[in-house]
DNA sequence: ATCTTTGCTTAGAATGATTCTTGATCTCAT
DNA sequence: ATGAGATCAAGAATCATTCTAAGCAAAGAT
């Protein structure tokens, strides 16, 4: 934890639900499920909660698409797989470094901070469901 | 243009706008330049047209991080570059084929159906200027 | 220990992008 | 020409997120 992040008890329940939780939940999702360790918490808190883990990189945002924004505990470097058949999103690690200015051109000159990827398809199970329903 | 996209004069003139703007205008862009050659044009007929257009495969629709959306006439296979000086937004080609499936590790059978890339970082123009300012 | 400053939490209001609703208008096949 | 089905426009509604203001709580200074 960083020394200039102040841990109070709330920003340590809304970290919490986000180590345990592997689904990148949106932030009403760990707003209901903090609530049942900690029945005053306010939606408000939980924003401004990921708001300074987040600033503090202690957890990732994860946005896919318009939706709403979800987050996640795991600080490896990593990628998001969104399902389109159940709506998931789960991790995927890169194989070996994937550096943005070997795969992409970009103008001379460039400084890549972050590379932001977001994979879509189906996930096993959806794929395979899928080719069943529509041979 | 697909046989099944009626082109009405609005959506015309709302893909007119895309095709020579290269600078991913937002809804409210693209309705403020549609507006100077269709005065009578709505926000909300604007939305409807790009809805129509990026349905059809015709434009794309473009989401960096939780900002309003940009669209992007550009077909070819690209991801977009974001500039955190200066905001803009760029088109980057790939160097050669890009397959998710080869850099990230995802569970055998999942179908991969698009790839979505946002780079960000500094244009050239802006990391200049920030080296020259913070030394 | 008391004052002081600063930061945190909360409820509710405000924001702003996007979507929805409704009635008018247009297109196209008959 | 007629009717069905799209499309358009204006405004209302939605909904995630941010802001505001007031009360609390921790940290620092005296
Ligand atoms: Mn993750
Ligand atoms: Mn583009
Ligand atoms: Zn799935
Ligand atoms: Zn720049």
Redesign the interface.
Known sequence: MPADLRMTPQRREVYEVLRVSHDHPTATDVFHRAKERMPGISLATVYNCLEALTEHGVVRQV?V??AS?RYCANLDDH?H?HC?GCGQVVD????ED?T?A???????????????????????EC??A?TKSSH
Chains 1, 2 share one sequence.
Request: charged letters at 25%.
């Open positions: 946005n698409e318009r924004s990628v797989f389109e995927a690690m890169p194989r994937v943005a070997q795969l992409w051109k970009l103008p001379r000159g460039t400084k890549v901070t972050a590379l932001d990827v977001s994979i879509h398809g189906l996930c096993p794929a395979k899928n």
